[in-house]
C-alpha cells in the first residue's frame, strides 16, 4: 500500500513552468490555501494529488463563472423588463385617467 509519503512531488518552480505562470502566482495560491504545500527542509514541495486538485478546483471554477454571469444578466434582463412593463401600465393608466377626466 502506498503512503502519501511516496506520492510524486512538485517545486513551486516545476508548476510554475507546468501551469504557465509566474513562480510568485503558485506562492499566491499557496498563501492563499487554494493550494497545499508542504516544506521538505527548506524546499516547498506540492503532492501530485493536490496539484491535481487544485487544477480540478480551477476548472470546475473557470466553467462555472460564465454559468453566474448569465444568471446574473437573466436576472437583471428581468428586473429590467418588469420595470419597463411596470412603467408601460404606469403611463397607460395615466392616459386612461386623464381620459375620464375630460370626458
Not at 17 to 26: G, L, Y
Not at 77 to 92: A, E, P, V, Y
Amino acid at each position: 500500500m502506498k503512503s502519501h509519503f511516496d506520492e510524486p512531488r512538485k517545486s513551486v518552480a516545476q508548476l510554475a513552468k507546468m501551469w504557465a505562470v509566474d513562480r510568485q502566482t503558485v506562492y499566491t495560491w499557496i498563501r492563499e490555501k487554494k493550494l497545499v504545500a508542504g516544506k521538505i527542509g527548506n524546499a516547498v514541495r506540492i503532492r501530485q494529488s493536490d496539484w491535481v486538485a487544485f487544477e480540478k478546483w480551477s476548472e470546475q471554477a473557470k466553467s462555472s463563472t460564465p454559468e453566474l454571469l448569465s444568471e446574473k444578466a437573466e436576472t437583471i434582463s428581468m428586473s429590467n423588463t418588469k420595470k419597463t412593463d411596470d412603467l408601460h401600465g404606469f403611463r397607460q393608466e395615466q392616459r386612461m385617467k386623464k381620459t375620464l377626466s375630460v370626458s
